[in-house]
């Protein structure tokens, strides 16, 4: 069955039998399943990809810190008013939140991030970041692309979404913690459910990659500074050395992990900046380090942060050195872990294997990576999950947050497919009990 003829069936029944969704079970089990495929046919075709192609070159053109993604936000707004879909503006500064549907529950929310990375693009092409020192190296090019393409298609079958998708363009994931602040503004309101993806370079195209309960880790950083005293390198008897009492904290800091940690409960903590001294006969007055601790429950990364702070202290101690330790929660707010909903979980697994086939929906292993989208968590059912953009015939593709970062634009279209797909099919799978409270609402009409 095409999928006008689809569109007409459900128009008829919504309008005309005026029946919940659900309660025609031969619907349910047999045109439900039928969406994604659809979906996916609708955003293969050449004008709908190469649009997205078109979008992504220009966003991967013009990358912008957190914060900073006014011409982002533009274009977005632009493509959003081609469409004929309303949106609110602004929203944590620049994000765009878009309404789709009929303005009433149920509503369900895509979201993508916009904002670039401090990094200078390596790769030679025509679409190279035009902008010194910043490029779109974590592909979140690519995820507003995809949730423009997810926009387009839902816009296009509107008639058959009988509730709202919400479309949450969010700046600020790399440590702006972007979600907290569209969270404040009242986004999620009434929203029951929340789905997210990111592009993964390392897994084949047209796979996708999920996993129920924790997905990616906490996080935070910390920077501690560690006092002695300075003097002549040859005398160190006349000295308090930094060098060595910070040396004595990166060792025990790693002893954290060896042996306060339960060993199934993955923990880290990196020390990824160690400054202090630049003569090769003068200890210095001081040193500077400073990290990430990483955990997948909130609980753990409480324990460690507390641990981390008296280890500084009480080692730096041991060598007669005072410390000093800031979680620079400010700039970099502490983000929780990204933990799947159980039931969304099964609810994936089951759009995603009517578009692409049970085989390729793969269960993948937790990272130790984070990602904001775990506030939305923290407040609705999410589910985040990854894209596969591999293609071993046109070769390996660098890893996130590299200067040799490339995306593969065939994903564009299973991506914009599937979103669609879990918006729409949440929808029509989650409509309100026809209950005597309906039966009201028709009379006061
Ligand atoms: C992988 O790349 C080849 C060569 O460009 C192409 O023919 C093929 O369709 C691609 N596969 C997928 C799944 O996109």
């Not at 004008?47 to 900073?68: A, C, S, T």
């Not at 296009?156 to 569209?182: D, N, S, Y």
């Not at 609980?299 to 202290?313: A, D, F």
Request: charged content about 20%.
């Amino acid at each position: 069955m095409g999928f006008s003829t689809w569109v007409l069936l459900i128009l008829n029944i919504l309008m005309f039998a005026a029946l919940p969704i659900f309660s025609d079970s031969s619907l349910s089990s047999n045109q439900l399943p039928e969406i994604p495929k659809e979906f996916l046919k609708f955003a293969k075709k050449a004008e709908v990809f190469d649009w997205m192609v078109r979008i992504r070159r220009k966003i991967h053109e013009n990358p912008e810190l957190g914060y900073q993604e006014f011409e982002t936000s533009k274009l977005i707004r632009d493509e959003l008013d081609r469409l004929g879909i309303q949106y609110k503006y602004p929203v944590a500064v620049t994000g765009v939140v878009g309404y789709i549907g009929s303005g009433e529950p149920p509503f369900v929310a895509l979201r993508a991030d916009m904002d670039a990375l401090p990094i200078q693009e390596m790769v030679e092409w025509e679409h190279k970041s035009k902008i010194p020192g910043k490029m779109h190296a974590c592909g979140h090019d690519a995820h507003v692309t995809m949730l423009l393409g997810a926009a387009k298609i839902l816009q296009e079958h509107r008639e058959a979404i009988k509730g709202t998708v919400v479309l949450v363009f969010q700046p600020a994931e790399e440590g702006g913690a972007g979600a907290k602040q569209v969270i404040n503004a009242g986004i999620l309101e009434n929203v029951k459910a929340i789905f997210g993806l990111h592009v993964a370079p390392d897994l084949p195209v047209s796979k996708v990659y999920s996993r129920p309960g924790p997905i990616m880790a906490g996080s935070g950083f910390f920077e501690a500074v560690i006092s002695g005293k300075g003097g002549h390198a040859a005398i160190p008897q006349h000295s308090i050395d930094p060098i060595l009492a910070a040396s004595n904290v990166v060792v025990s800091l790693q002893h954290l992990i060896s042996r306060e940690t339960d060993p199934l409960d993955s923990q880290v903590v990196t020390i990824a900046k160690f400054k202090g001294g630049d003569a090769f006969n003068v200890i210095p007055d001081s040193v500077v380090i400073g990290g990430t601790l990483r955990t997948f429950s909130k609980e753990s990364l409480m324990q460690l942060k507390q641990r981390i702070k008296e280890v500084i202290i009480g080692q730096a101690a041991v060598h007669r050195c005072t410390a000093t330790v800031n979680f620079l929660e400010s700039e970099k707010p502490f983000y929780p872990p990204t933990v799947n909903d159980k039931g969304l979980h099964q609810y994936f697994q089951n759009v995603a294997a009517d578009m692409i086939d049970i085989s390729s929906v793969k269960e993948m292993q937790p990272m130790m990576g984070a990602e904001d989208f775990s506030f939305y968590q923290e407040e609705i059912p999410g589910y985040y999950y990854n894209l596969g953009m591999k293609n071993e015939t046109k070769g390996n593709l660098a890893y996130l947050h590299s200067p040799h970062f490339q995306i593969n634009e065939d994903a564009f279209p299973f991506g914009a497919a599937l979103q669609a797909s879990l918006a729409a099919r949440y929808i029509l799978e989650n409509q309100p009990e026809s209950t005597p409270l309906k039966g009201e609402h028709r009379d006061e009409l």
